[in-house]
């Protein structure tokens, strides 16, 4: 009897774990899909196969879901820029670009909005820190001992990746990928490389 109970449970636990995730994926497409935060309870509900009720019973309002659908989603980041292997920088370059052509263009929106937003600007703020976070385990090791402090060195590799540099390059002026990623490769570079 303990058996079944057991098994009964997990499977309910699974069951809750897969709608929670459908409603964040449905949540997370739409804004894909509108390059927006306004998004309507019953979309995402309707797009997950469940009831509004079902959403607020998950997520408790529709803050909680826009909060718990940013964690989802930059977990999904960092999963996708793993980092590369130390001192590889053509990897860390195309896993960076493997992340902004599926999702710069969302990004660019939401930092527009900001201002404006505090769910967003929580959001922007963690992005900020975790980008900077990568960058820091990303290069760390290639920093030169001598010249600029690290710090300074950071925040130049920050700018060198960030998405607004990717946007520059392949949004702003056209360019095709290798080309892009070729300047940030040469931008990286020309970090590491400077000193004092």
Not at 7 to 34: H, W
Not at 50 to 69: M, P
Not at 146 to 161: M, Q, Y
Request: some cysteine; glycine content about 8%; hydrophobic content about 40%.
């Amino acid at each position: 009897m303990k058996g079944k109970r057991g098994y009964i449970m997990r499977a309910r636990a699974t069951s809750v774990d897969e709608t929670r995730r459908r409603i964040l994926v449905a949540t997370r497409d739409l804004g894909l899909e509108t390059m927006s935060l306004e998004i309507v309870l019953r979309d995402v509900a309707e797009r997950a196969g469940v009831t509004v009720q079902t959403v607020l019973r998950h997520f408790g309002s529709r803050d909680g879901l826009f909060a718990a659908t940013m964690e989802f989603v930059q977990s999904d980041l960092l999963r996708h820029r793993a980092v590369p292997p130390r001192g590889d920088i053509s990897s860390a370059v195309t896993a960076l670009f493997d992340e902004y052509e599926d999702n710069g263009d969302w990004v660019i929106t939401m930092l527009g909005q900001e201002r404006t937003d505090p769910a967003v600007r929580r959001m922007t703020d963690r992005g900020r820190q975790m980008h900077r976070d990568w960058v820091q385990v990303a290069f760390g090791p290639l920093l030169p001992t001598g010249g600029p402090p690290a710090d300074e060195r950071v925040d130049l590799l920050v700018v060198a990746t960030d998405v607004y540099t990717w946007k520059l390059l392949r949004r702003d002026r056209g360019l095709d990928r290798p080309n892009a990623e070729h300047r940030v490769h040469t931008l990286i570079c020309a970090v590491l490389a400077t000193t004092r």
